[in-house]
């Protein structure tokens, strides 16, 4: 095994998980979300990638919108400060291409022989141990050449996932003999009891070079868009980590198409290791639930609820008292601007709630209330057609963009931390307890001096309230002055 | 009908409405609750008393702590500006003292003849013609000098009411056979079916004296109580209200039991007058759902929801957007701090998580996020160890007490209207988008000048945020200087 070249994690953190609405959402997606135990899925991830052996730099795939608070949830976990590579995708064109620039980036920048480990940001795995065995059976056969698979080895008559059938022994794992669609519910009986077919978790591993030779043989398409994107990127490297915005020309080209039908389903080269690591894709407030222990009556509950005659139910309402009479077999998940309540049987059709959302333009579908910026978070406290109350948190030593506004003029109560202030010439120190006011048409500037969080309230009042009254001077972050974002 | 006496409804607010959890609580009684048309159950009520003909006075006999909310309630509805008298009880000590310290306040006020209506102050009556006439019916038995309630026509086997058995035909109603406590069902469709018996709907209109006279024969004790708590009450009288508050010993003294078995089911002088009123007293959810029109899927919304599947819910969630799938006969109350879900078949249960709050000292048992105030309300919107953000909402000419905090300092930004400040020796004016800071240990006061509400920002901060932290010195309200109350 020591013979093996670098292995890169290549963690692929898209999607939305709308089917976990309200917790995931547009701009705080499912990898984000945080178990009982408070890290995210997106950390857990990082950490069972950190913790293997031979790793070089963990790789993150990710839109460039989640970027900061990406770094906020590695910064937390990444104690042995591992590298960093993310390549910042403007909008999402599915695995195919995500995978294609992973794979042309590392064999760029650690060769061609570099192994990458491909591992969606939102799963859960509870045995560790297997994983990691899992992983070095993989790279025997990724070493040999091969398009490494994990298949995980079925339980139940699953109907929610795609099948990989195994075909002959192969050193430490097996052929593929193919890839089979979302079985009905007889098929997958009829798999489970067959005993050949394991289900396709989503994770692969192989060189580089595999990768990008087999693109060229079976999905040229998505190798010329990925090469175009990364051609045209925008790099920005630091001592922490290396970053490549690409470009929305090049990649918008990609088809947008899994890696699995563009190339999984094609290639002569795919090989499988059978895997009983704890796996389960979260892919439902249901499936959640099945992984989280639950009292005598049945119910899991987060937070403060008082059940009389309750049986069956997920309740997770951590910031109010719920009171519950009689129901059985519901999801209640409770956020500070919106509430889901569905049949446990029917969480999967949560996902209708969010595309009428979307539909509606609905800001539950995209945002939260506390939204998150790169120097902090902001919450929305109470609005009404003439003021706004917003509490912002500003990080130790970061700091708001250079600004103004038209129509509104702004009040700041320090209640946390120290701000130091511009306010149109003026510049000054506030402390906890103190306050300053920004007129309106004064350009001003917040940051955080200090060490501690920067806890302040603003309140805004004025003609017009609109996030886009902004006029943006200089930013730390390298946002545009349009004004497009809040601060 | 043109010689009868002055008419003197008598209003019954008392009780707390758990099984209306959470809008029903106890600082907010059932009374309160908005109806759809914004309007409350007890304005609805004074409506209905005031639009009777030969009405001289309201009297209203409710808990002290809700005088101020009562008078706000009634100032919107009493267009004829009819007098009032207020009887303002210590604690409860149900319907048979509250009733004798009405008729004897009557009797010494308005005289021996005047007639009283006792009407409960959180039922609904949709036919106020049938309910006129049936009051005009009425007070020709009570003229006669019998003890009149009214008995509601039944239209399905209730299990939840008492029953009146109708005796003899007596001039324009009948006289009472007997009244029954709340039957099984299988009683309760013998009633239904046999057409003698009523449903007591907890009204009663007779003359002071013959209420009086009827306690002296069988309720002496109940009768002494409430003259002992009348002797003693003090007394306010300004210009469009007569205040009474009943001494707390000598109410005190009366037995806790209510006027049906304290002297209806004794007295041989009771009468009773059927009538089809629309009557509900409203008694749950599922009975509030009853009275709302709902969609053809059964469903009864009140804010935004986006349902899918869903039948027969009753969904009342006006500030935040619910997402339902796959559920049916539930009852969802969504407020700012606590929520319900309740199988619509159990709603009588909601008195159960309600008994737990208590139990258990809970906030939710007894305070609404919103907490009214004699000058205005306010509302926690943010709450930590270190600071306390409250929006304040003080109405128009209305002021605050005189006071000082030892250990917090205040910061006050106004949003809308206009404030006038005290705040140490100095006076002055603040207007919309302008702000104070109240350094601990000043004395201050704030007070509304205008004619609209005055909307702030208070941001608290200190090392001791409770709301006993406080040092009332002047108050225009009468409330003690006592740390017992916020403001």
């Given at each position: 095994m020591n013979t093996l070249n670098g292995l890169i994690p290549c963690?692929?953190?898209?999607?939305?998980?709308?089917?976990?609405?309200p917790v995931s959402r547009?701009?705080?997606?499912?990898?984000?979300m945080r178990m009982r135990d408070g890290m995210s899925l997106l950390q857990k991830t990082f950490q069972r990638a950190a913790r293997l052996?031979?790793?070089?730099s963990v790789l993150t795939v990710t839109n460039r919108d989640l970027l900061f608070r990406t770094l906020d949830d590695y910064r937390v976990v990444n104690k042995a400060h591992l590298p960093l590579d993310l390549l910042l995708e403007p909008f999402g064109r599915n695995t195919a291409a995500a995978i294609a620039v992973a794979a042309l980036h590392v064999q760029e920048h650690?060769?061609?022989?570099a192994q990458l480990l491909v591992m969606p940001a939102d799963h859960l795995i509870s045995d560790e141990t297997a994983f990691a065995a899992a992983v070095t059976q993989a790279r025997e056969l990724a070493e040999a050449g091969y398009l490494v698979t994990f298949g995980i080895q079925p339980d139940h008559a699953e109907t929610g996932f795609g099948y990989i059938e195994k075909g002959d022994a192969l050193g430490t794992g097996y052929r593929v003999k193919r890839f089979v669609e979302k079985p009905d519910l007889a098929t997958a009986q009829g798999y489970l009891d067959g005993g050949k077919h394991l289900w396709n978790a989503g994770m692969f591993c192989f060189k580089a070079s595999t990768l990008v030779d087999e693109l060229a043989a079976h999905a040229n398409e998505v190798l010329a868009a990925a090469k175009a994107a990364l051609e045209h990127s925008q790099n920005l490297q630091n001592k922490t980590s290396r970053q490549r915005e690409l470009s929305a020309e090049g990649f918008g080209?990609?088809?947008?198409?899994?890696i699995d039908v563009a190339l999984m389903e094609k290639s002569k080269q795919v090989a499988v290791v059978p895997c009983d690591?704890?796996?389960?894709?979260?892919?439902s407030w249901e499936a959640l639930r099945q992984l989280t222990p639950s009292d005598p009556q049945g119910n899991q509950v987060n937070g403060e609820a008082i059940l009389h005659d309750v049986h069956n139910c997920y309740i997770d309402s951590p910031k109010r008292v719920l009171g519950a009479v009689g129901v059985r077999d519901l999801i209640i998940v409770d956020t500070p601007d919106a509430l889901l309540i569905a049949d446990a049987h029917r969480s999967q059709d949560v996902r209708y709630i969010v595309a009428e959302l979307k539909r509606q333009d609905h800001p539950a579908y995209s945002l939260h209330r506390t939204v998150t910026r790169p120097w902090g978070t902001y919450t929305v406290l109470e609005e009404s057609s003439r003021f706004k109350i917003k509490r912002i948190v500003v990080k130790p030593q970061a700091s708001l963009s250079l600004q103004m506004h038209h129509h509104r003029s702004e009040h700041w109560v320090v209640v946390s931390g120290a701000a130091q202030i511009t306010n149109g010439e003026r510049e000054f120190l506030i402390n906890a307890n103190e306050s300053t006011y920004i007129p309106a048409g004064h350009k001003h500037r917040l940051t955080n001096p200090g060490i501690i969080d920067l806890v302040m309230i603003e309140v805004q009042s004025g003609e017009y309230l609109g996030e886009d009254d902004i006029v943006r001077f200089d930013d730390i972050y390298g946002r545009a002055p349009a004004a497009d974002v809040k601060k």
């Open positions: 963690i692929i953190s898209g999607g939305s998980g709308t089917r976990l609405w547009q701009n705080m997606p499912k990898p984000f052996p031979g790793v070089e650690f060769g061609d022989q080209a990609a088809p947008d198409i899994s690591i704890g796996w389960s894709d979260i892919g």
